[in-house]
């Protein structure tokens, strides 16, 4: 049986669609409030196509391609290319959860344009250098030379103890010090993407 929740069963044909969908890489399961990030950022910040973006904590992917449709979007009917000229920056500081990124990128079947403006990194997300990045000149016909990005996104670890309603298991296992140990790291990861 496929359960939304805990007690809500989805009907057999719909939970057979969301099956063969996951596994076709047409479909991704993710939490409401995990979407919630990128359609926040998107007002906010110039996200659009041509942005720059770093998604820090990257793993297991699902905010990157919500990016990578932002910003590479397809190109405008009857023209060809990849669309957009954005980039999308994916880092994950453990090689276990950029395999697991690249392992969702893979099975999601992304549009050539998006894959063309992916990066994939591994770095501390603390220690994470700023790039620079040539600008079109806003129409002057000079590039300019811009450092950093155009938004980023980050999603820092923390003690998981928010999945209580999907997993009771959680509660036997909190402590304050999951959540107290990971301030530093958390703080550290906020003040990089600040700067």
């Known amino acids: 049986h496929t359960y939304i929740g805990r ?109 063309a403006a992916l990066v994939i990194t591994c770095a501390l997300g603390q220690n994470i250098p700023v790039p620079t990045f040539e600008d079109g000149g806003g129409g002057s016909g000079c590039p300019r030379v811009v450092r950093g990005y155009d938004a980023v996104l980050t999603d820092v670890p923390c003690s998981g103890d928010g999945t209580l309603r999907k997993d009771p298991d959680v509660l036997r296992r909190w402590h304050p010090g999951g959540g107290n140990c990971l301030h530093a790291t958390q703080l550290a990861l906020a003040q990089r993407a600040a700067a």
């Open 7 to 115: 007690r809500e069963k989805l009907h057999e044909e719909v939970a057979a669609v969301v099956r063969e969908g996951t596994a076709a890489g047409l479909l991704a399961r993710q939490e409401a409030v995990s979407m919630l990030p990128v359609l926040v950022l998107a007002p906010a910040l110039p996200l659009r196509a041509g942005s720059r973006v770093l998604d820090v904590c990257a793993a297991p992917g699902n905010k990157t391609m919500q990016l990578l449709e932002r910003c590479a979007p397809p190109p405008a009917r009857g023209i060809t290319g990849g669309g957009g000229g954005g980039i999308v920056v994916a880092n994950d500081a453990h090689p276990g959860r950029v395999k697991t990124l690249h392992e969702a990128i893979a099975r999601h079947c992304r549009r050539p344009g998006e894959m």
